[in-house]
């Protein structure tokens, strides 16, 4: 741990924060990380802070790299691509997808659940987000595991401390990169209603371009990859290791719901989102000057007690959808309803298939670590699962 305030690349931060987030929390709303670097940079860890943070784009600015894609970008050009996609990706179109993802996620469960477990992302989380873009976006079947391939290196890519990067992985990002360009190219040639075919009239139209719609794409990938990985496993594991939160919601559905709602809250996907300050301003009192990097902490104020009342417990009868783990104002996820669906569709498909779900005592949980991760995420977690009578 270098001699700092609150260390973003130190490995157990990354790995398991809660524990730092509650120092940063009891200090106030806004900390200066080190004073003796250049661009200045600033956390922000409680919950009404970071809401203001994320919905003030003229002050807080996107571009922190340059790219096309809408994470990068600020209004206008933010809002003009975000308006001709949600044409395309709209929430009657994700509704009409929970037959088929059922069967995806059941294909990927029952034989899981047969043989008594396993590595559960290996399995199934690291799949169902993939296949399920897959089939949105109409591409074959045959591919599918190759672009789970390309897209689980594309995160590790964008993850890593710069110079530091592993040119297969950058291949593997330039592959995924080509193969949606080239799919796009075939949505032009033959037009269908799949959301590439949507989007390549809107190309045509000239109301978005190639550049933009390929990014959009790709961020489908990656984003909406290894946020609902996370979520699945995030959920797993804790009702792995907590029978009596399983038991409850064995026994009452409806709470698989509120449950997705307190994983998203006390575990996000992405725990942390960067800003630049574009004029000197202030947060909570602490004045921010121009130019200043800003780490919004969402897994910190997702805790916050003075908005949650359960902060770093799990409350299910409590359950509030205004965390900000999907973001806020016009950054707010596009993929949060579609997301949403695969977790309960997943969830509900694991307990009608087992009985119980208990850790691999031989075998450990792997978390990623990267220089520059702001993800939360399992790479191998082992469970034991017992299938239900009849089922094996």
Not at 74 to 93: E, L, M, Q, V
Not at 135 to 151: A, I, N, Q
Not at 297 to 308: K, Q, S, T
Request: aromatic letters at 6%.
């Amino acid at each position: 741990m270098t001699d700092v305030a609150f260390d973003l690349f130190d490995p157990t931060v990354q790995q398991r924060p809660f524990e730092a987030y509650v120092g940063l929390r009891d200090r106030g709303a806004v900390e200066l990380v080190d004073p003796t670097a250049s661009p200045l940079t600033f956390v922000v860890s409680h919950y009404e802070s970071a809401r203001a943070v994320l919905r003030d784009p003229e002050t807080f600015s996107s571009r922190t790299i340059e790219a096309p894609a809408m994470l990068f970008l600020d209004p206008p050009d933010h809002d003009r691509i975000r308006r001709t996609i949600n044409r395309a990706f709209t929430p009657r179109s994700i509704a009409t997808l929970e037959p088929r993802i059922g069967e995806i996620a059941s294909a990927l469960i029952e034989p899981y659940v047969a043989a008594g477990g396993g590595d559960f992302i290996t399995a199934m989380a690291g799949r169902l987000p993939v296949y399920v873009i897959g089939e949105m976006l109409g591409v074959p079947t045959d591919d599918w595991e190759k672009l789970r391939e390309w897209s689980e290196a594309t995160v590790h890519t964008l993850s890593a401390v710069l110079g530091d990067v592993d040119p297969a992985a950058v291949a593997s990002s330039m592959a995924l990169h080509a193969y949606l360009d080239e799919v796009a190219n075939r949505r032009l040639a033959d037009p269908d209603d799949t959301i590439t075919g949507r989007l390549v009239t809107f190309e045509t139209a000239g109301e978005i371009s190639r550049d933009e719609l390929v990014s959009f794409l790709l961020l489908m990938f990656v984003a909406g990859h290894e946020t609902t990985t996370a979520l699945l496993a995030h959920t797993l594991e804790r009702l792995a290791t907590d029978p009596a939160l399983l038991k409850t919601v064995q026994e009452d559905r409806e709470l698989v719901g509120p449950l997705i709602e307190e994983m998203l809250r006390t575990c996000a996907s992405l725990q942390r989102v960067f800003r630049v300050a574009t004029t000197d301003t202030e947060i909570a009192g602490v004045d921010i000057p121009a130019g200043s990097t800003v780490v919004v902490l969402i897994g910190a104020a997702n805790r916050d007690n003075r908005r949650f009342a359960a902060g770093d417990q799990i409350d299910l009868d409590a359950a509030d959808a205004a965390h900000l783990a999907f973001g806020q104002g016009i950054h707010h996820c596009l993929g949060a309803p579609l997301a949403r669906l695969e977790a309960r569709v997943a969830i509900d498909r694991i307990l009608d298939a087992a009985t119980a779900v208990r850790l691999d005592p031989d075998h450990r949980i792997v978390r990623f670590v990267g220089g520059s991760t702001s993800e939360l995420l399992t790479t191998a977690l082992w469970l034991a699962v017992a299938p239900r009578r009849g089922d094996a």
